[in-house]
């Protein structure tokens, strides 16, 4: 199955960007370009949400609270994910979870990574 590393994470102020970045490893890039990749999110006190996806053909979602801020992009020669994060709010402080799909060897998760938005 695909491991799952995230990266990038910090502390910015309102109105404020951040790059979050996902690298892939345990399994082939072919496998992982047929892989539907994605963004979670959790904050403290509340459910974990999806924030954006991109799948194997390229096309993306966001959740209606980030769409026009964030982007979503991914390098399936590098087996990586990235979530461009901008004009970023304090509502958008949580741990930002990457996550795949698609078949049993795309099905996994990272450890997450702390954003940190202050006013």
């Known amino acids: 199955q695909v491991q799952l590393v995230e990266s990038g994470g910090g502390s910015v102020q309102a109105g404020g960007s951040l790059k979050v970045s996902c690298a892939a490893s345990g399994v082939s890039a072919y496998i992982f370009g047929h892989c539907a990749m994605g963004w979670d999110r959790q904050a403290p006190g509340k459910e974990r949400e999806l924030v954006s996806s991109i799948n194997s053909e390229g096309t993306t979602s966001y959740a209606e609270s980030v769409k026009g801020r964030f982007t979503i992009s991914r390098d399936k020669a590098k087996n990586t994910v990235h979530l461009q994060m901008n004009s970023l709010q304090t509502d958008d402080t949580a741990v930002y979870y990457c996550?795949?799909?698609?078949?049993?060897?795309?099905?996994?998760w990272g450890q997450g990574t702390q954003v940190t938005v202050s006013s």
């Open positions: 996550v795949s799909a698609g078949g049993y060897y795309c099905e996994g």
